[in-house]
């Protein structure tokens, strides 16, 4: 019987470098041929897993991120076993940042890990262990891209809370917008997102005046990442940038790997996640509607309608946000200094992080009754009757 470290030593060099698949099959039989092993096995790709995915967190990324690439390149069995990794590695920690949502451990001993495993898969040996070193294969692989906070296990200090929404007030806010996303009458969802946005507009003004006075904590930009993914990618990434400008964050799009990184401070982009889901929820829900308006006039709704109706829809909503802001700024004049104070400091950190971006030709809406049916769509988006301030603005 060989030694086990070593046969998992000669598996991951036969798998996880090589250039195509004909290695994977060799690591894999390495790993299932030792009779009476598996256990052992799955304890130690669990132990090596972990060790491969602090070196990802090393190189800037984070378990969304990871899970969203397994999602798009392998398939679900993946994204659970790299959920497992992932779940497994967060045990070191005493504490993990915000935004760092690990799961949790469901099997019980490592030693147990390869049969429960097994038997949540229904699958053979041989099959896991190759789905195993495919997602140790991704890790290898992955680039360094820009860090967005904190890693587990960095001082406390590095890990100190943001002035978040305050959680009254923040649930206050998402139960408005969860009615203004569930309910059919428009004007009720006006005046219901009107409202949300209120809140979030007293709370960044209250914000940004306590910190220009020195009373409050000393704060910094800080970034999150939002999932941009297919379908209609471009579109949404319109709609994403437009919801960070009106609150005061700048959004910066990686269509490669299916994310935008969003720079702010931490309540106004607590916002931005909040009022971007809605108002994708609101287009969503807008245009499955306007497709069932077409079909029952016989006509055929295809990909390029769904995709001019979001472009349009996002096009029009960021008119819409950027008047809006500007209109509040005007309104809030004696507050122009502290707001400024924010908008620079955004502005500094994101090109800190970005210091070189690119502009990206969108591909143009060639259907037009999409573009009409979005526009008015967007026209249509719960923002309020009166078109309040938009959050942090």
């Known amino acids: 019987m060989r030694d086990l470290p070593e046969t998992v030593d000669r598996a991951f060099a036969a798998a996880l470098h090589a250039q195509d698949d004909a290695g994977l099959d060799t690591g894999a039989s390495l790993l299932v041929a030792e009779h009476g092993q598996w256990a052992g096995v799955g304890r130690e790709l669990l132990a090596r897993g972990e060790d491969h995915l602090r070196r990802s967190w090393e190189r800037g990324w984070r378990p969304a991120d990871l899970l969203r690439l397994v999602r798009r390149d392998l398939d679900e069995r993946h994204v659970r076993i790299a959920g497992d990794l992932i779940a497994a590695e967060a045990r070191r920690y005493a504490r993990l940042p915000a935004r760092w949502d690990a ?136 709609l994403l940038d437009a919801v960070a400008t009106a609150n005061r964050c700048r959004a910066v799009w990686n269509g490669a790997f299916g994310f935008s990184t969003v720079v702010g401070f931490e309540s106004d982009l607590e916002a931005v996640e909040l009022l971007h889901t809605s108002l994708l929820v609101q287009g969503t829900a807008a245009m499955t509607r306007a497709e069932a308006a077409q079909r029952s006039g016989g006509r055929k709704r295809t990909k390029t309608f769904r995709q001019s109706f979001l472009l349009a829809y996002a096009s029009r909503l960021g008119r819409r946000l950027a008047e809006t802001a500007e209109h509040t700024a005007a309104e809030a004049s004696d507050n122009l200094p502290a707001l400024v104070a924010r908008d620079v400091a955004v502005t500094s950190r994101a090109e800190e992080m970005f210091p070189r971006t690119t502009t990206t030709r969108l591909r143009g809406a060639t259907d037009h009754a999409g573009w009409e049916d979005g526009t008015a769509a967007a026209d249509r988006a719960h923002m309020g009757g009166r078109r309040p301030g938009l959050p942090g603005r």
């Open 103 to 238: 799961g949790e451990v469901w099997w019980k001993g490592d030693d147990a890990y390869a049969e429960a495993l097994a038997a949540r898969e229904r699958a053979d040996r041989f099959t896991l262990a190759t789905a195993f070193l495919e997602v140790l294969r991704l890790l290898v692989r992955l680039p360094s891209i820009e860090p967005v906070g904190p890693l587990p296990g960095d001082p406390v200090d590095a890990l100190a809370d943001h002035a978040h929404i305050e959680p009254r007030m923040l649930a206050r806010i998402r139960a408005l917008l969860a009615k203004a996303e569930a309910t059919t009458y428009p004007d009720e969802a006006e005046a219901l997102s009107a409202k949300a946005q209120e809140l979030m507009v007293r709370h960044t003004v209250d914000e940004a005046l306590l910190a220009a006075s020195g009373k409050g904590p000393r704060q910094v930009p800080g970034a999150c990442r939002i999932g941009v993914e297919p379908p209609y990618e471009e579109a949404k990434a319109v």
